[in-house]
């Protein structure tokens, strides 16, 4: 599951059994490309464990925090109760990378799925094979 913030994006995830000790409760994990949004992740919930970084180049998302699933739970509940905003990128905006991933997420989203949204879509026609095809089309 990935959860975007107005001050983070994670991933969040089962722990593979391979990678932790067979007494260590924490069965989930929280993943980030960026070091910043776990800091920002713990700001809102400060009992969250410590980072760590895996490597530079040894995995997709380098920084990771364990916790239980009921400790996910429990910040998945928060984080719906603290929401402030009506418009959610907005929110964003002291962080110039983040907002341009929350924009670029909008924008796929509205690509993707035209028909859910008032906005048009302007598309120049393509030829389409299986080469060139977005990920959401069949």
């Known amino acids: 599951m990935m959860v975007a913030t107005n001050w983070g994006v994670f991933e969040f995830g089962k722990r593979d059994m391979q ?18 949004h776990l800091e920002a992740l713990r700001q809102h919930f400060p009992t969250l464990g410590e980072t760590v970084f895996l490597g530079m180049g040894v995995a997709d998302f380098q920084f990771r925090v364990y916790i239980t699933k009921e400790q996910l739970a429990e910040m998945m509940y928060e ?7 009506i418009r959610f990128k907005e929110g964003a ?5 983040l907002h341009g991933v929350l924009s670029a997420m909008w924008s796929t989203l509205l690509h993707a799925y035209p028909e859910g949204s008032s906005y048009s879509v302007a598309r ?5 094979s299986a080469r060139n095809k977005f990920w959401w089309e069949d």
């Open 19 to 36: 990678f932790r000790d067979a007494d260590d409760p924490r069965d989930m994990q929280i993943r980030a490309r960026s070091f910043q």
């Open 79 to 85: 984080l719906t109760t603290q929401i402030d905003y």
């Open 93 to 97: 905006h002291k962080d110039h990378k």
């Open 124 to 128: 120049k026609p393509m030829k389409v």
